[in-house]
């Protein structure tokens, strides 16, 4: 089973930018769908943004659509989450994960490799 290492948490100002990546050990083949997730303090973590690794179809929760992009690179074997015009609301820790055969891509239980997470805080 592979490993997942995020990276690029900080913190940031309401308005900014900041890039998020996932490094990936192992083999993914195209049945996987590898994704972000997030949790807020006192809350559940949800789904933000999920990609095919088999013909790079997405995913995004409501609340992201517009302003985040996740992409990844095969050769470097790295997901990343492009995250614009950032909020207070998206602080939160993020994960990088990765799953089989996925249906429901934003749920976190389709999932079965995560990483540690990153911190991510946005200051109004």
Same mark, same amino acid.
């Given at each position: 089973?592979?490993?997942?290492? +995020?990276?690029?948490?900080?913190? %940031? ?13 192992? *083999? *993914? ?13 006192? =809350? =559940?973590? +949800?789904? %933000? ?14 609340? %992201? ?8 690179? =095969?050769? =470097?074997?790295?997901?990343?989450? +492009? ?24 749920? +976190? ?16």
């Amino acid at each position: 089973q592979g490993q997942l290492v +995020e990276s690029g948490g900080t913190s %940031v100002q309401a308005g900014g930018s900041l890039t998020l990546s996932c490094a990936a050990s192992g *083999y *993914y083949d195209n049945s996987y769908w590898m994704g972000w997730f997030r949790q807020a303090p006192g =809350k =559940k973590r +949800e789904g %933000v943004a999920t990609m095919s690794t088999g013909d790079s179809t997405t995913y995004y929760a409501d609340s %992201v659509k517009g302003r985040f992009a996740i992409s990844r690179d =095969k050769a =470097k074997n790295t997901l990343s989450l +492009e995250m614009v015009s950032l909020k207070p609301e998206d602080t939160a820790m993020y994960y990088c994960a990765a799953g089989r055969w996925v249906a429901s891509h934003l749920d +976190e239980y389709e999932y079965s490799i995560w990483g540690q997470g990153t911190q991510v805080t946005v200051s109004s």
